[in-house]
């Protein structure tokens, strides 16, 4: 699935473009949004611990591309539906979009668990939702991924950080946002102190276009 999943957004658009098309009144509201945008620390939706995925159609597969839109803006190698304020246990990625070149592996992971997990390796992470602030993270080095792709098709994955698997960092960050967890939770009181003054940026911003505190990390 992996090396056509570009080609297959396309044909999943044209093939919705041509159901809305037929349909000229909405009979239910739709699940997803049709407009996702990223939301930043600290947005709430960031917190909650998002849902199970039971339907694989056309609504989620079309969410999916969208994702894949948001995330090509940003410049991601990784996005969670969480991130876009859909609390749903879905992430999508392009490890690949971090090197310099054309080359792109788009892949999309639904209802994902990771099973027999070994070993450490560290990591300097990043997050979308948290622009500027980067820290070095501590996360299991050998792993099983189980997931679910967008047509509800479970596959097992073995992943080696250290023997070259970028991909398994991207994973296991974009997991944790489908249990309200981000990557900032990982650090140490020093780690903390050291981004204190650019998440006391992000809060005010936050604040000052929303007029809410939001989710506030406690430090
Ligand atoms: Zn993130």
């Not at 056509?4 to 349909?23: D, E, K, P, S």
Request: proline content about 6%; aromatic content about 8%.
């Amino acid at each position: 699935m992996h090396g056509c999943t570009g080609v297959m957004i396309v044909m999943i658009q044209a093939h919705f473009a041509r159901r809305c098309n037929r349909m000229s009144i909405a009979v239910s509201p739709p699940q997803y949004p049709s407009a996702p945008s990223l939301v930043e620390y600290p947005h709430p939706a960031l917190r909650r611990v998002a849902e199970p995925i039971t339907v694989f159609d056309d609504q989620l597969r079309q969410f999916c591309a969208r994702m894949f839109v948001v995330m090509e803006n940003e410049k991601g190698v990784g996005l969670a539906a969480p991130q876009v304020g859909v609390s749903k246990r879905l992430f999508i990625t392009d490890h690949l979009r971090k090197k310099d070149t054309p080359e792109r592996d788009p892949r999309i992971w639904i209802n994902p668990r990771i099973e027999a997990a070994e070993g450490t390796q560290v990591y300097e992470e990043g997050c979308l939702s948290f622009p500027g602030i980067y820290a070095k993270v501590t996360r299991p080095n050998r792993f099983d991924i189980i997931a679910q792709d967008e047509w509800g098709v479970e596959r097992r994955q073995s992943l080696d950080v250290t023997a070259g698997d970028f991909l398994g960092i991207v994973v296991q960050h974009e997991l944790d946002h489908l249990d309200g967890r981000v990557f900032v939770d990982h650090l140490t009181p020093v780690q903390l102190t050291l981004i204190r003054r650019k998440l006391s940026d992000l809060e005010k911003a936050y604040k000052k276009s929303t007029g809410q505190v939001g989710a506030v990390l406690r430090r």
